[in-house]
């Protein structure tokens, strides 16, 4: 089982996230003197998605088969990979159809719950190794199929 928890992003101290999604808490000082704190996976994402995408070409989403907050349910798509991956799948991609006759290239990861997950995630009936969820993204590729 492949575990995701390091993975993360280098941000600029400056930008404010919740201590418990840091996985340098202390920063880690550049040569120019900047700090940079690391942070989780999950957070990078949901950072991610709340940035607009004017082209509305890409969108990023945390789900769950069990969601704390509603935003986070899966649709029809995730949901089938959510299935997926609890049983075992590294990961799904794949494309799908929207609206408009548009064609979406679609991926999703799981995420584990890892222990400082089960702080707020045990409720659920999580246990450390558990498939908490999905990282999704969604990329609007129809302009990329028509151009071949």
């Given at each position: 089982m492949?575990?995701?928890v390091?993975?993360?992003i280098?941000?600029?101290?400056?930008v404010?996230?919740p201590?418990?999604?840091?996985?340098?808490?202390?920063?880690?000082?550049?040569?120019?003197?900047?700090?940079?704190t690391?942070?989780?996976?999950?957070?990078?994402?949901?950072?991610?998605?709340?940035?607009p995408?004017?082209?509305?070409?890409?969108?990023?989403h945390?789900?769950?088969?069990?969601p704390?907050?509603?935003?986070?349910a899966?649709?029809?798509?995730?949901?089938?990979?959510?299935?997926?991956?609890?049983?075992?799948?590294?990961?799904?991609y794949?494309f799908?159809?929207?609206?408009?006759?548009?064609?979406?290239f679609?991926y999703l990861?799981?995420?584990?719950?890892?222990?400082?997950?089960?702080?707020?995630?045990?409720?659920q009936?999580?246990?450390?190794?558990?498939?908490?969820g999905?990282?999704?993204?969604?990329?609007?590729?129809t302009?990329?199929?028509?151009a071949?």
């Amino acid at each position: 089982m492949e575990h995701h928890v390091r993975d993360g992003i280098f941000l600029d101290s400056s930008v404010k996230v919740p201590e418990k999604m840091k996985i340098t808490p202390g920063g880690v000082l550049a040569t120019d003197g900047r700090r940079f704190t690391q942070i989780l996976f999950p957070e990078m994402i949901r950072l991610l998605s709340a940035v607009p995408d004017k082209t509305r070409k890409i969108r990023f989403h945390l789900t769950s088969l069990k969601p704390l907050n509603p935003k986070n349910a899966p649709d029809p798509w995730e949901r089938s990979a959510l299935l997926r991956v609890e049983k075992g799948e590294p990961r799904v991609y794949g494309f799908s159809k929207a609206p408009g006759n548009r064609e979406l290239f679609r991926y999703l990861r799981p995420i584990y719950a890892e222990k400082m997950c089960l702080d707020c995630h045990a409720i659920q009936g999580y246990h450390l190794g558990d498939v908490r969820g999905g990282a999704s993204v969604t990329l609007d590729v129809t302009d990329l199929i028509w151009a071949f």
